[in-house]
């Protein structure tokens, strides 16, 4: 029979779970406190919060959340970073931490209710952050509103101009 203390914490993670946007798992060994304290900070920062659970513990949550198995990834010390509303955010921090620390090793995650390994979630970190692509997305939509502007305005550019020209060579 589960204690209670393991059904507090699987209730924990299935709210973590539900809460978030993507989760990625990471191997933290060999890191120190200092640089564990420095990847949570960094984490935070970006909307994200990084936990421990025991592994068992995260497989029954998965199951009972309809999430995706991620048993290739549970195996050994995982630590879970959930996202918030920019899983892009969070994967880059975990992206740019594993190449400044080779200790810290990303195994995989999921997102959208579907499982990511390694490879995906670089993919993730690899993309524009949420603040980039809605400039590019409002950049999109006024050029051709600047384009037109442009267009009609040049004749009454061209009219300024000439009785410009005219003005300057009759006070010539």
């Given amino acids: 029979m589960p204690n209670a ?7 924990s993670i299935k709210a973590d ?27 935070r920062d970006a909307d994200a919060s990084m936990k421990v659970y025991k592994n ?10 309809e999430s995706p198995n991620l048993d290739e990834v549970l195996a050994g010390p995982s630590a879970f970073v959930f996202t918030g509303e920019d899983p892009v955010a969070s994967a880059k921090v975990l992206r740019d931490f594993a190449k400044a620390n080779e200790n810290l090793e990303i195994k995989g995650g999921m997102m959208d209710g579907e499982y990511l390994d390694k490879a995906k ?11 980039e692509l809605i400039a590019k997305l409002l950049g999109t939509i006024s050029n051709p509103l600047v384009q037109i502007v442009r267009v009609l305005n ?3 550019e061209s009219f300024a101009r000439v009785v410009k020209a005219i003005e300057d060579q009759k006070a010539a």
Avoid: C, F
């Fill in 5 to 11: 203390e393991n059904i507090e914490m699987l209730a």
């Fill in 56 to 65: 068992t513990l995260m497989h029954l949550a998965l199951e009972e959340t």
């Fill in 17 to 43: 779970i539900e809460g978030a946007g993507a989760m990625w798992v990471v191997d933290y060994r060999g890191l120190t406190v200092k640089q564990i304290q420095e990847l949570r900070r960094a984490v």
């Fill in 121 to 131: 979630v670089e993919a993730v970190a690899s993309l524009p952050s949420r603040e």
């Fill in 154 to 156: 040049g004749p009454m």
